[in-house]
């Protein structure tokens, strides 16, 4: 059924119950997302989709939309707290950008600069987390790790369905794990989509490093923002 809601004041056909990404992309509307794939169920754990629905703050891929909503995007303290989460994501791994194989194709990456980050203004933990290096084509490089658990959900055994990915413990003890087992069965191009579905540089395939010249890999050919919008422009 086709409603109406308001995106910063501006009215926005759509579709009742699509959502509200979507929705705000097809409309021009920017929004930051790192655990959130179009067509896959929403993870809702980066929360770097924030924005006010109806006065309160709620993770834009979480959202279906309903008729006469209103939802605010574009304001100061909104900006921040999108740019703080990033920052958040930054301080609490180990993100050396110059020498990570997914620099130019990281979604992280890509979406600081797009909300304007030069330093976080939390303290860096610099974490130590052992690397997992015992699959045949898979190398988990955990200290780049967000928690985004798209692995996690989208990246199952072909046959029986079991997760190949896991998160095993919580808090600071937190790392990303991997069923070796399972992992050496996967075909090439799901260890591609692996290596691809991560927003980061943890998940990699080895033997495939830095095989995108600069200048040609991804958001260098096309920025995050103008990904998520396609053809529409704000």
């Known amino acids: ?23 705000a992309a097809e ?21 770097v989709c924030s924005v006010r629905v109806n006065g309160h ?12 909503m209103q939802v605010e995007v574009e304001t100061t303290e909104l900006a921040d707290m999108r740019k703080a989460l990033i920052e958040f994501l930054f301080s609490e791994g180990n993100h050396n950008c110059p020498s990570c194989e997914k620099s130019g194709r990281c979604d992280l990456q890509a979406t600081a600069y797009e909300v304007g980050m030069m330093v976080s ?9 052992e690397r997992a290096v015992a699959a045949d084509h898979i190398w988990l490089e955990r200290d780049r790790c967000i928690f985004c658990q798209r692995c996690v959900e989208f990246i199952r055994d072909r046959k029986t369905d079991q997760k190949i990915f896991s998160i095993k413990g919580r808090g600071s003890t937190a790392q990303i794990e991997i069923n070796t087992e399972l992992a050496d069965a996967m075909p090439p191009e799901q260890v591609r989509e692996a290596a691809d579905i ?32 396609g053809d529409k422009k704000k």
């Open 1 to 23: 059924m086709s409603i109406q809601i308001t995106i910063d004041g501006q009215p926005v056909a759509a579709e009742e119950g699509h959502n509200l990404v979507d929705v």
């Open 27 to 47: 409309n021009g509307v920017y929004i930051p997302t790192l655990c959130y794939l179009k067509g896959h169920p929403c993870l809702g754990t980066c929360r």
């Open 57 to 68: 703050v709620a993770a834009a891929c979480s959202v279906p939309v309903a008729d006469g």
């Open 121 to 129: 203004r939390f303290p860096y933990r610099f974490p130590v987390r």
């Open 198 to 229: 991560c927003p980061v540089g943890c998940i990699l395939e080895k033997g495939v490093g830095f095989n995108d010249p600069i200048g040609q890999r991804k958001f260098e050919i096309q920025s995050v923002r103008e990904r998520a919008l």
